[in-house]
């Protein structure tokens, strides 16, 4: 099994060499935001399609 710290190294060797730090931070954000999201849904956690266009409609009125 992988651990987070294997994941974070394969993560950075596989980004150019003129990734920056804020480069890297952006990357781990992104990656523990939707790891956040995948586990929220596998917890049925999620919101319905259409309580999501509802939603976005709302926002764009």
Do not use: C
């Not at 586990?39 to 999501?52: F, M, N, P, S, T």
Request: proline share 2%; glycine share 4%; charged share 35%.
């Amino acid at each position: 099994m992988e651990t987070v710290k294997d994941a974070v190294i394969q993560m950075i060797h596989n980004m150019p060499d003129t990734t920056s730090v804020n480069d890297i931070m952006a990357e781990l954000y992104f990656r523990e935001k939707v790891d956040a999201g995948l586990k929220a849904l596998d917890e049925g956690r999620g919101i319905e399609h259409q309580e999501v266009k509802d939603r976005v409609k709302k926002w764009l009125e």
